[in-house]
Nanobody
Framework: QVQLVESGGRLVQAGGSLRLSCAASGRTFSSYVMGWFRQAPGKEREFVARIERSGSRTYYLNSVKGRFTISRDNAKNTVYLQMNSLKPEDTAVYYC??????????WGQGTQVTVSS
């Protein structure tokens, strides 16, 4: 089992940057594909970014490509989301997800990102 704790969310002005972190417990972090999702008020949770186990491949929501970067440090059991050029529409609760090939998955509790115009 994996426990995930996100951090780094806060209020920021449009055009600003934030780096979210997701720290995972357990000794098998490198066996999980890691992802970031977000949920804005009144909307469904949506995929934002994903990184493969070794970090060799990444995938992004089209609207964040070129602005957000997902990365991971398997030695620190941590995945990051660097968010630049933030827009008010990026405002949401951001969640970290860990998933194995078997389909076993875990979610963090979320961290609030608010971008003011």
């Amino acid at each position: 089992q994996v426990q995930l704790v996100e951090s780094g969310g806060r209020l920021v002005q449009a055009g600003g940057s934030l780096r979210l972190s997701c720290a995972a417990s357990g000794r098998t972090f490198s066996s999980y594909v890691m992802g970031w999702f977000r949920q804005a008020p009144g909307k469904e949770r949506e995929f934002v970014a994903r990184i493969e186990r070794s970090g060799s491949r990444t995938y992004y929501l089209n609207s964040v490509k070129g602005r957000f970067t997902i990365s991971r440090d398997n030695a620190k059991n941590t995945v990051y989301l660097q968010m630049n050029s933030l827009k008010p529409e990026d405002t949401a609760v951001y969640y970290c997800k860990a998933e194995q090939v078997s389909g076993e998955s875990y979610w963090g509790q979320g961290t609030q990102v608010t971008v003011s115009s």
